[in-house]
Every structure is written in structure tokens, then in C-alpha cells.
């Protein structure tokens, strides 16, 4: 907990490098965000995240999957593309 309460919060949308998600994660419950949070930027594991936040490990698991497949939306992408990757790359045209 301590070393959480150490980080730097993260930057307002407008301010941040990345504002689309910045804008997707501010859609977010409070409580989704912060799994969502210490997943991705702390590198929690869905037990680590559960004794942070006093869910049990199945519900940040599911909360987490919901949370990204929100995300995932809003930001555009689908889950069965690879993002950053062109359709034909890496695939024989045999």
C-alpha cells in the first residue's frame, strides 16, 4: 500500500500523452478504474489487486475483463484484431 500511495497520480486527459485513454479510463466506476490502474500501471495480480482494494481475487478478475472489453470499445479496437499489426503481416499468401 505504501509503495502505491508513493506514485505519482496519473496526468489529467488533456495533459497526457495518450489523451483517448485518459478520456476511456475517466468512463470508468472508481472502483473499475483502479483495478484497471493497478493492473496495468502497478503490475498487480488479480490476488495483489484484491487484498488492496478487499475484493476477492474472482470478482478483480472479472471486474478487470469487463473493464477492458469497455475499453477496448471505446478506444475503437476489437478484440480479435491485433492492434498495431496489418492484416496480411506475418501471413503467407500461399
Known amino acids: 500500500m505504501e509503495r502505491l500511495t508513493r506514485t505519482a ?10 489523451p483517448e ?27 495483489e ?7 476477492t481475487p474472482n470478482a478483480v478478475s472479472i471486474r478487470l475483463h469487463r473493464a477492458k472489453k469497455k475499453l477496448a470499445a471505446l478506444l475503437d479496437r476489437k478484440n480479435d484484431d491485433m492492434a498495431g499489426h496489418e492484416m496480411g503481416e506475418g501471413r503467407s499468401n500461399r
Open 21 to 47: 485513454l485518459h478520456a476511456a479510463l475517466g468512463t470508468l466506476g472508481a472502483l473499475d478504474r483502479e483495478v484497471v490502474l493497478l493492473w496495468a500501471w502497478e503490475g498487480l495480480t488479480p490476488r
Open 49 to 55: 489487486i484484491a487484498e488492496v482494494t478487499g475484493l
Open 9 to 18: 497520480p496519473p496526468p489529467k486527459p488533456g495533459e497526457a500523452d495518450h
